[in-house]
């Protein structure tokens, strides 16, 4: 599954896109396998509150489930216009 | 309905003219443009707006398209820049046309209101005091709640 990061969630993770082998049912259960990764991880995923997820670029919440899905993407909350 | 994601600056009147043309039957046409804005007087190096390619263009077309399903519009026109702008440039632009002003003002408002939210856009601003992503804000928010 490709795992893609934007503005300061990249730049905190230190990389736009990485593929990830995972067997997470839902959004929340890979934050908690990124988390327990590395300290970069964590700091980006401290305060969830704060983060947008989006599955197969459409906005979902962090209890969405995973199956099927190709692409997950994290972000703050967007800036447009 | 049109969407574009582009680099490039555009022409807002070029695009206005040639958006109405050929839509005799429509008497209203609404334009808004987004502009870097230069909060602290002189102190706004750049912008820098980073987007979510694939995403961008599906939620923008999803957003125009509930415009033109509430409102009675002849057409839509979505124009949104992303990356290095400086203070005074144009980010973005909307542009509705309808029959009658009223829903052409009002679509143009929803897309607003949805474009600064639910598009993935984000903006980074560079000052002589360094560089900081902008905060999303709670109005942002409530904004859609009229709707």
């Known amino acids: ?41 964590e700091a980006a995923f401290a305060d969830l509150s704060a983060l947008r997820v989006a599955v197969d670029q459409d906005l979902t919440e962090f209890d969405a489930p995973l199956k099927g899905a190709r692409e997950v993407a994290f972000f703050p909350p967007m800036t447009g216009g | ?39 602290a007087q002189g102190d706004l190096d750049r912008m820098v707006i980073e987007h979510y390619p694939g995403m961008t263009e599906r939620a923008l077309e999803k957003i125009a398209r509930e415009a033109k399903e ?3 519009l002849g057409n839509v026109l979505v124009i949104h820049r992303y990356g290095e702008m400086a203070p005074g440039e144009q980010i973005m632009m909307v542009a509705t046309l309808a029959p009658h002003r009223k829903d052409a003002f009002e679509a143009a408002e ?19 005091g360094g560089a900081d992503w902008v905060a999303s804000k709670a109005e942002d928010e409530d904004a859609l709640t009229r709707w």
């Open chain 2, 110 to 128: 929803f897309l607003m209101d949805y474009l600064k939210s639910r598009a993935p856009f984000w903006k980074k601003e560079f000052t002589s």
């Open chain 2, 70 to 72: 509430r409102w009675s």
């Open chain 1, 1 to 41: 599954m490709d795992v893609l990061y934007f503005a300061w969630v990249r730049e905190r993770i230190g990389m736009p896109k990485e593929t990830v082998e995972t067997k997470a049912a839902t959004v929340m259960e890979l934050v908690e396998e990124l988390r327990a990764r590395e300290e970069r991880y």
């Open chain 2, 1 to 39: 309905m049109t969407v574009r994601v582009q680099q490039p600056a555009f022409d807002l009147g070029a695009e206005a003219n040639s958006f109405a043309a050929g839509h005799s039957e429509m008497g209203a046409m609404v334009t808004f443009a987004g502009i870097v804005r230069d909060l």
